[in-house]
C-alpha cells in the first residue's frame, strides 16, 4: 500500500471517528490533557476533535463535556453546543452553568429558526427536550409534525411526553405511531404502560393483550398484563395468568409475589404467607419478601388467620374461639373479642368462666369509654383556658372591646366559672344597657350560682 493511501485510509478513519484498539487506551487517557494544551495554543479544531473522541471513551466526564461546549461555541456551532450541554444537564441536573448557558443558546437558535424547515424544527424540539422546556419542546415536536407527518417522529415524541407525565397527549402519538406499525412490541409495551402510569388500565390490558397475540412468550408483557388486570379490579384474571406463569417457572418469583398481593387486597393471610415463603424458597436473599413475611409474623395476625380458618371447618370448637378471643383481648380489639365470647356462651350457655369474661369485657368497654369522654373533656378545657388567656391579655390594652369581653364570659361560663361570667356580663350591661341576649344570659347564670349557694359541698364542673 502506497503511502498516500495510508494516510487517505487514517484521515478517513479519524473523521469517522475510529480509534484503533491499540490506541483506545491513549484516547481515553491522553485526550482531555491535549485538548486542553491545543487550547491553550489557540488550535481550537483539532481541540475539538480531541474532546469529541475523548468524551466518546469518557462519556460521563462532565468537565470534558463543558470544555467541549466553550469550545464549539467559540466557532458558532451552537446547535452542537446545546446538544452537548443537554447531555451534560442530563448528566447532573444540577449544573447551573449548563442550564444557564443551554437556555441563551435555545433563545439565540430559537430566534433564526426557520419555522418552516421541518428538519431544523425537529433538532430545535430535540434541543429543548430536557426537563424544565418540555413545554417549549413539545410546541416544537407539534409544528414538525405539521410541516410533515412523520411515524417515527410521533414515537420520538410520544416518549418525550412520557417522560414529561403528559401521558394522554404521549397516548395519542404512540397510536398514530402504531398505526402504520401495530406489532412493533416493544411500542406496545411501552403504550401500555403509560396507559397504566394514567390509571387507563381496560386500555393498558387490551394492549398488552395485543402484545400476546404477536409475542405470546413474551414475559415481561405477561406481567404486565397481569398487573393491569388486578389494578382493574379484575383479580381472578391475573391470579389465573400466574398461577400458570408458575407452574411453568416463567417470570422468576415476580409471578409469585404478585398473586402475593392479590392475597393481601383480599385479607387471605395464610394464602399470602404461603406465597412469600415459597418466594423466599427460591431466592432467599429477596428482600421484600423477607420484609413482608417479617412484618406477618409480628403480633397475633398469622395465628388470627390460622385459628379462623380452623373454626371455618369447626365452628363448635370453644377453645379456638376462646383463643381468637383472647388475641383480639390483646389487640385492644373488643368488638371482635365480645363477638367470640358470645358465640360461645350460645353453643355452652353454663360456661361460667365465659360469662365472667364477658363481664370484664363489658367493664373494660365502658372504661374505655369513659376514658376517651375524660379526655375529651381534658382536651377542651386546656383548649378554653388557651383562648381565656389570649382574651385576657388582648382586653388589657383594649378594655372596651365588647364582642371579646362577651366570648371570655361565654367561656367562664362553659368552665363552670360562673361568678367570673357574671362579673363581665354586668360590665357588658352598664356599656350596653338594653342588650336582650346579655341580660338573659347574665339571669341564666345568676340562677345557677343561686343553686351552687343551696348545695356548698358540689364543685364547679362542665355544665
Request: hydrophobic residues 45%; negative net charge; charged residues 30%.
Amino acid at each position: 500500500m502506497s503511502r498516500f493511501a495510508i494516510v487517505a485510509l487514517a484521515v478517513f478513519m479519524a473523521l469517522l471517528g475510529f480509534v484503533p484498539a491499540g490506541r483506545a487506551e491513549e484516547a481515553s487517557e491522553d485526550g482531555y490533557a491535549r485538548a486542553i494544551s491545543l487550547l491553550q495554543d489557540g488550535i481550537v479544531f483539532e481541540a475539538i476533535h480531541e474532546l469529541e473522541r475523548f468524551t466518546r471513551f469518557n462519556p460521563d466526564h462532565e468537565e470534558a463535556r463543558m470544555l467541549l461546549v466553550r469550545s464549539l461555541r467559540r466557532v458558532r456551532r451552537d446547535e452542537q453546543a446545546a446538544e452537548e450541554l443537554s447531555r451534560v444537564i442530563r448528566l447532573n441536573p444540577a449544573n447551573m452553568e449548563a442550564r444557564r448557558l443551554l437556555t441563551r443558546l435555545r433563545v439565540e437558535i430559537g430566534q433564526q429558526l426557520d419555522r418552516q424547515d421541518r428538519d431544523a424544527v425537529l433538532r430545535y424540539a430535540r434541543l429543548c427536550a430536557i426537563p424544565e422546556s418540555y413545554e417549549r419542546a413539545a410546541d416544537y415536536y407539534r409544528l414538525a409534525l405539521t410541516l410533515e407527518d412523520d411515524a417515527a417522529v410521533h414515537l420520538e415524541f410520544a416518549r418525550m411526553l412520557s417522560w414529561a407525565g403528559h401521558h394522554a397527549e404521549s397516548a395519542y402519538h404512540y397510536e398514530r405511531f402504531l398505526r402504520s406499525n401495530p406489532a412493533n412490541v416493544d411500542v406496545l409495551m411501552e403504550l401500555g404502560r403509560v396507559y397504566n402510569a394514567s390509571s387507563q388500565f381496560a386500555q393498558a390490558v387490551l394492549v398488552f393483550e395485543k402484545c400476546l397475540s404477536e409475542q405470546p412468550d413474551h414475559v415481561p408483557a405477561a406481567l404486565d398484563l397481569a398487573r393491569s388486570l388486578i389494578w382493574a379490579g379484575r383479580e381472578d384474571e391475573a391470579a389465573e395468568r400466574l398461577r400458570g406463569m408458575a407452574q411453568k417457572k416463567v417470570g422468576g418469583e415476580v409471578p409469585l409475589l404478585l398473586l402475593a398481593s392479590i392475597a393481601r387486597f383480599r385479607h387471605q393471610v395464610l394464602e399470602e404467607y404461603a406465597l412469600l415463603s415459597q418466594i423466599l424458597t427460591l431466592k432467599p436473599d429477596h428482600s421484600e419478601a423477607r420484609e413482608r413475611l417479617a412484618a406477618m409474623e409480628q403480633g397475633g395476625l398469622l395465628e388470627e388467620a390460622r385459628l379462623l380458618a380452623h373454626l371455618e371447618t369447626r365452628p363448635d370448637d370453644t377453645e379456638a374461639r376462646r383463643q381468637l378471643a383472647d388475641l383480639y383481648i390483646q389487640a385492644k380489639r373488643h368488638g371482635d373479642a365480645l363477638h367470640q365470647l358470645n358465640m360461645i356462651r350460645e353453643t355452652a350457655p353454663h360456661d361460667l368462666a365465659v360469662m365472667q369474661r364477658l363481664r370484664e369485657m363489658r367493664d373494660e368497654e365502658m372504661q374505655r369509654v369513659m376514658e376517651q369522654i375524660s379526655a375529651f373533656r381534658g382536651v377542651r378545657a386546656a383548649s378554653r383556658q388557651g383562648e381565656i388567656a389570649r382574651i385576657q391579655q388582648w382586653l388589657e390594652h383594649n378594655a372596651g372591646d365588647m364582642k371579646s369581653r362577651l366570648r371570655l364570659a361565654e367561656l367562664h361560663a362553659e368552665g363552670g366559672n360562673y361568678a367570673e361570667a357574671v362579673v363581665h356580663l354586668e360590665w357588658l350591661m352598664a356599656s350596653a344597657p338594653g342588650n336582650a341576649y346579655i341580660e338573659q344570659t347574665y339571669a341564666r347564670l345568676q340562677q345557677l350560682l343561686a343553686q351552687r349557694e343551696r348545695q356548698p359541698g358540689s364543685a364547679a364542673g362542665e355544665p
